[in-house]
């Protein structure tokens, strides 16, 4: 990273530091922007298609039928773009403890930001969203990965940068805070998220997001932690009453355009053009989401309709029916000790949603056997229809 690389309209200063490379150091929010009715129309958009999932998911008697599939999504999607090649399926059979076929680390790094996100959705009822939440969730994230050297849950004591496989720091894309500067602007970041100000919410969320990208105050997982921090921000925020927008989707599908806005904000002060993007991922997302979860809907009540044309059809069956859109793949132990019921009786249920075309088994053993309900997998993976 060289000084030139950052024009005068960046919105930090550039350092050198002893070890005589260059750091970049951004100023704390919020920066000046000139008023855009551009931006104020995007913006409007953004908070509608966000207040339209925000009903639809409202007006649901259960709507934790679908928060639990869009979180599963959202963890996929953002791991993703880190490098994992983890699927929704490698995730169903790992949470049914049946080993995918993708690296198990890969796995665990999913099922790891499932437990962060979740970890953060409940912490929030009873801390403010605060540096020690952030740390909290980083620490679910890098739980059980061999990265002790990685201080899980703490914030870096040593240097990290961005840049192509094999960079040093002295040719790194992006070089951070050092770590002498590394709390000060961690201070102020917390301060803005309890800060009053006129700027539309999802404005906001972007200029947040982009300013914990740049302070990058963990040695690994920053890029995940500063995205499930969006949703446990709208869900504070009473934008969402729980996880519906996946918009890692919309980051990973322009994975590109993503890292570059954010690099071009840090080196030209190009807020404008980031908002934008931002705003548009926002809008994108929430009416796929309404659209991905009229599809879901439809499936739950043929699959539910399928079971109650049967003389023998009982709630058990129903309520096995519902816990399928929360992890699409069983196994018959696992599903007995979650719901209080006989291996025998799930057994009994499990042979009946096959019969039905609900369930299909996956694993080709014919012990600790593993039933996949491919149709809401399907659903959960379809491309982006926005």
């Given at each position: 990273?060289?000084p030139s690389?950052?024009?005068?309209?960046?919105?930090g200063?550039?350092a050198?530091?002893a070890?005589?490379y260059w750091v970049?150091?951004?100023h704390?929010?919020?920066p000046?922007?000139?008023?855009d009715?551009?931006?104020?129309?995007?913006a409007a958009?953004?908070h509608?298609?966000?207040?339209e999932?925000s009903?639809l998911m409202?007006?649901?008697?259960?709507?934790?039928i679908l928060?639990?599939p869009?979180l599963?999504r959202?963890a996929?999607?953002?791991?993703?773009?880190?490098?994992?090649?983890?699927?929704?399926?490698?995730?169903a059979?790992?949470e049914?403890?049946?080993?995918?076929?993708v690296r198990?680390?890969?796995?665990r790094?999913v099922?790891?930001?499932?437990?962060?996100l979740?970890?953060?959705?409940l912490?929030r009822?009873e801390l403010p969203?605060?540096?020690?939440?952030?740390?909290?969730m980083h620490?679910k994230?890098?739980?059980?990965?061999s990265?002790e050297h990685?201080?899980?849950?703490?914030?870096?004591?040593?240097?990290?940068w961005?840049g192509r496989?094999g960079?040093t720091l002295?040719?790194?894309t992006?070089?951070?805070?050092?770590?002498a500067?590394?709390?000060?602007?961690l201070d102020?970041?917390e301060?803005?998220?309890?800060?009053d100000?006129?700027?539309?919410p999802?404005?906001r969320?972007a200029?947040?997001?982009?300013?914990f990208?740049a302070?990058?105050?963990f040695?690994?997982?920053?890029?995940?932690?500063?995205?499930?921090l969006?949703?446990v921000?709208l869900?504070?925020?009473g934008?969402?009453?729980?996880?519906?927008?996946v918009?890692?989707?919309?980051f990973?599908?322009?994975?590109?355009n993503?890292?570059a806005?954010?690099?071009a904000?840090?080196?030209?002060?190009a807020w404008r053009?980031?908002?934008?993007y931002?705003l548009?991922?926002i809008?994108?997302?929430?009416r796929?989401?309404?659209r991905?979860s009229?599809?879901l809907?439809?499936?739950?009540?043929?699959?539910r309709e399928?079971?109650?044309?049967e003389?023998?059809?009982?709630?058990t069956?129903?309520?096995l029916v519902?816990?399928?859109f929360e992890?699409p793949a069983?196994?018959?132990p696992?599903?007995?000790a979650t719901?209080?019921l006989?291996?025998?009786?799930v057994?009994?249920?499990?042979?009946r949603?096959?019969?039905?075309?609900?369930l299909?088994?996956?694993?080709?053993?014919r012990r600790n056997?593993?039933f996949v309900?491919?149709?809401?997998l399907d659903i959960?993976a379809a491309d982006?229809e926005?």
């Amino acid at each position: 990273m060289q000084p030139s690389d950052f024009g005068p309209t960046a919105p930090g200063r550039i350092a050198r530091t002893a070890g005589d490379y260059w750091v970049y150091i951004p100023h704390p929010l919020p920066p000046s922007l000139d008023a855009d009715w551009a931006i104020t129309t995007l913006a409007a958009e953004a908070h509608a298609a966000l207040g339209e999932l925000s009903g639809l998911m409202r007006s649901l008697p259960n709507p934790h039928i679908l928060f639990a599939p869009f979180l599963r999504r959202e963890a996929v999607l953002s791991s993703r773009i880190e490098g994992t090649q983890a699927s929704l399926g490698d995730l169903a059979l790992h949470e049914a403890d049946s080993p995918g076929a993708v690296r198990p680390s890969d796995v665990r790094e999913v099922a790891n930001y499932v437990a962060a996100l979740e970890h953060g959705l409940l912490r929030r009822q009873e801390l403010p969203i605060c540096l020690r939440l952030i740390r909290e969730m980083h620490g679910k994230l890098m739980e059980g990965l061999s990265a002790e050297h990685l201080t899980p849950g703490e914030f870096r004591r040593s240097q990290n940068w961005i840049g192509r496989p094999g960079s040093t720091l002295a040719d790194a894309t992006y070089v951070p805070p050092p770590t002498a500067e590394l709390m000060p602007a961690l201070d102020a970041f917390e301060r803005y998220l309890h800060q009053d100000t006129d700027l539309p919410p999802v404005v906001r969320l972007a200029l947040i997001h982009y300013q914990f990208e740049a302070i990058h105050p963990f040695l690994d997982g920053n890029g995940r932690i500063g995205r499930l921090l969006i949703l446990v921000l709208l869900v504070d925020w009473g934008l969402l009453p729980g996880s519906a927008l996946v918009l890692s989707a919309y980051f990973e599908r322009t994975r590109s355009n993503y890292y570059a806005h954010l690099l071009a904000v840090s080196q030209r002060g190009a807020w404008r053009a980031w908002i934008v993007y931002f705003l548009q991922g926002i809008a994108d997302e929430s009416r796929d989401a309404i659209r991905r979860s009229g599809r879901l809907l439809a499936l739950r009540e043929d699959y539910r309709e399928r079971v109650q044309r049967e003389s023998r059809a009982s709630g058990t069956a129903l309520r096995l029916v519902d816990a399928l859109f929360e992890s699409p793949a069983l196994s018959i132990p696992r599903t007995a000790a979650t719901h209080g019921l006989t291996q025998r009786t799930v057994q009994l249920h499990v042979a009946r949603l096959e019969e039905l075309g609900i369930l299909k088994e996956s694993s080709g053993r014919r012990r600790n056997r593993i039933f996949v309900a491919q149709g809401i997998l399907d659903i959960l993976a379809a491309d982006n229809e926005a």
